[in-house]
């Protein structure tokens, strides 16, 4: 008799750890997995999914409005936010019994307690029970985080409290210059309401290629919000039914809900780690080697609780990598380079691979090659927006290291085109691809003339 009760105990049911309980029981582990709130984590409870159903929701005002160039008359709309949230919340219950039970059928046990690391074979849960385990697998994910404390900071929501408010505030503040600030700005302004983006730095989107920044804010300003950089929120208070917002620069706003999109931290705290000897990285990600492992030798760790790339296709993959090394013999590490990113702002970004800066900072000689162009749909809607399309090539062998797109469909557009970008397509495979007409992504492989062109100055 084995002297563990599981082979895998896994510790949270998100994105990563349902995949690596799942394919880890396929391998033929015993597999017990424990989620202190809902199966599916963050993604399917209160991210990416519940997220781009609230943005399907805020592009109808644009359709309705373009509608009319078109020959529609498209009587006076309303929007009723309980039906939406309502409607979103039966999907994501439904979403999260299919995964429950996949992970049933694959055999793996769920419990739904918080779990804690009592030593490097051993987990707690919450009622005290113990569970000796062959391999513990941290999965925790991460969890808003508000930044240094300001007065009133308690009457700020995240974007978890933000997809149950309980109806469409008029006006909305929000901080963060990342990617679920500008994404919550184009919601909740597409569902009608003021919206004031507030951040410190110079621009939003910060990791993204500049003129896909610039473009991004432009094109924000122009559909209605307000953006102002170069300061931050610095208290909050309540007034009448709403908040007077203080920023930093001395003005006053007022709004009835102010949230905070102002990044998120790994979840570690009180989970035992520090005394079982598991090393935190300097970003505050659990440190571990390309195969997930930690400093303690059974002890793993995957997805947003390393704060490596914090995306879910990136958490699955590591889940799925850490269970084939494993328990399936066959030892995968995951690359984490030219990895796809999509904002599903107003207009939707789409990235994968290097920025402009980053090419020409490691790179002997870049090319840029851009179409900016006002997309066909807007000759007859009339509607005052551009897309953006970037290439940006290693100019000694011609492959393209970086793809930017802005517009719509750019995070439809940006999947494939990171096919290419990770095969190491060149410009000329770009250019002896046919052009599909009409589309904006036949701009991709039509740009022949460089934009701009850098060799890189010798280093002193
Ligand atoms: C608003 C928002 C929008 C997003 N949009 C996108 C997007 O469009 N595309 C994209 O790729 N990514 C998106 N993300 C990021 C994505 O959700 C995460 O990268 C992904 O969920 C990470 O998966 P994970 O398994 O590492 O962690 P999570 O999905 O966060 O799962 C961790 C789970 O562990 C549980 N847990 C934590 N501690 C314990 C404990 N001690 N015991 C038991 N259970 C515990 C938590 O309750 C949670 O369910 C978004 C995130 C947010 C917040």
Do not use: W
């Given at each position: 008799m084995s002297e563990y009760d599981v082979?895998?105990?896994?510790?949270?049911?998100?994105?990563?750890?349902?995949?690596?309980?799942?394919?880890?029981?396929?391998?033929?582990?015993?597999?017990?997995?424990?989620?202190?709130?809902?199966?599916?984590?963050?993604?399917?409870?209160?991210?990416?999914?519940?997220?781009?159903?609230?943005?399907?929701?805020?592009?109808?005002?644009?359709?309705?409005e373009d509608a009319a160039g078109f020959g529609w008359t498209v009587p006076q709309a309303s929007f009723d936010w309980p039906t939406l949230i309502a409607n979103k919340d039966k999907e994501i219950a439904r979403l999260e019994a299919a995964y429950t039970a996949t992970l049933q059928r694959a055999g793996v046990t769920i419990v739904k307690s918080r779990a804690v690391i009592a030593d490097a074979h051993t987990v707690q849960l919450a009622d005290g029970r113990r569970v000796r385990?062959?391999?513990?697998?941290?999965?925790?994910?991460?969890?808003?985080?508000?930044?240094?404390?300001?007065?009133?900071?308690?009457?700020?929501?995240?974007?978890?409290?933000?997809?149950?408010?309980?109806?469409?505030?008029?006006?909305?503040?929000?901080?963060?210059?990342?990617?679920?600030?500008?994404?919550?700005?184009?919601?909740?302004?597409?569902?009608?309401?003021?919206?004031?983006?507030?951040?410190?730095?110079?621009?939003?989107?910060?990791?993204?290629?500049?003129?896909?920044?610039?473009?991004?804010?432009?094109?924000?300003?122009?559909?209605?919000?307000?953006?102002?950089?170069?300061?931050?929120?610095?208290?909050?208070?309540?007034?009448?039914?709403?908040?007077?917002?203080?920023?930093?620069?001395?003005?006053?706003?007022?709004?009835?809900?102010?949230?905070?999109?102002?990044?998120?931290?790994?979840?570690?705290?009180?989970?035992?780690?520090?005394?079982?000897?598991?090393?935190?990285?300097?970003?505050?990600?659990?440190?571990?080697?390309?195969?997930?492992?930690?400093?303690?030798?059974?002890?793993?760790?995957?997805?947003?609780?390393?704060?490596?790339?914090?995306?879910?296709?990136?958490?699955?993959?590591?889940?799925?990598?850490?269970?084939?090394?494993?328990?399936?013999?066959?030892?995968?590490?995951?690359?984490?380079?030219?990895?796809?990113?999509?904002?599903?702002s107003d207009p939707e970004v789409g990235a994968v691979g290097l920025t402009e800066a980053e090419a020409r900072a490691r790179l002997a000689r870049t090319d840029v090659y851009k179409a900016m162009f006002k997309p066909l749909k807007a000759t007859l809607s009339g509607r005052d927006t551009t897309v953006l399309l970037k290439l940006v090539v290693d100019g000694s062998t011609d492959r393209v290291v970086g793809c930017h797109i802005v517009g719509e469909a750019a995070a439809e557009m940006i999947q494939i085109a990171a096919i290419a970008v990770k095969m190491g397509a060149t410009k000329a495979d770009f250019d002896a691809t046919m052009a599909l007409h009409p589309t904006a992504a036949e701009e991709l492989v039509t740009m022949r003339q460089k934009s701009a062109s850098y060799v890189r100055e010798a280093a002193e």
């Open positions: 082979d895998l105990f896994v510790i949270g049911g998100g994105s990563g750890g349902v995949r690596a309980a799942r394919v880890a029981a396929q391998h033929g582990a015993r597999v017990m997995l424990a989620e202190q709130y809902r199966v599916g984590g963050t993604c399917v409870i209160r991210g990416c999914v519940p997220k781009k159903l609230l943005v399907y929701a805020s592009r109808f005002r644009a359709e309705f385990a062959g391999y513990i697998l941290i999965a925790t994910g991460g969890a808003p985080s508000y930044g240094d404390p300001i007065p009133g900071i308690e009457h700020a929501v995240s974007s978890n409290e933000a997809f149950h408010l309980p109806h469409l505030p008029p006006q909305v503040v929000i901080q963060g210059g990342g990617y679920i600030a500008v994404e919550f700005a184009g919601i909740f302004a597409g569902l009608g309401a003021q919206v004031t983006l507030v951040y410190r730095g110079e621009n939003i989107l910060r990791g993204f290629d500049d003129e896909v920044r610039h473009h991004l804010r432009m094109d924000m300003e122009k559909h209605g919000v307000r953006v102002l950089t170069g300061c931050r929120i610095a208290a909050i208070e309540p007034k009448d039914s709403r908040y007077s917002v203080q920023l930093s620069s001395g003005n006053h706003l007022t709004a009835e809900c102010v949230m905070f999109a102002t990044g998120r931290a790994p979840n570690i705290a009180n989970m035992g780690l520090h005394e079982v000897g598991v090393e935190i990285a300097a970003d505050g990600g659990i440190a571990v080697d390309e195969y997930s492992r930690t400093s303690v030798a059974n002890v793993y760790a995957i997805g947003d609780v390393t704060n490596r790339v914090n995306l879910t296709p990136v958490a699955i993959r590591e889940g799925a990598a850490f269970s084939d090394t494993v328990f399936g013999g066959k030892p995968a590490a995951v690359d984490h380079t030219n990895v796809p990113t999509a904002v599903f």
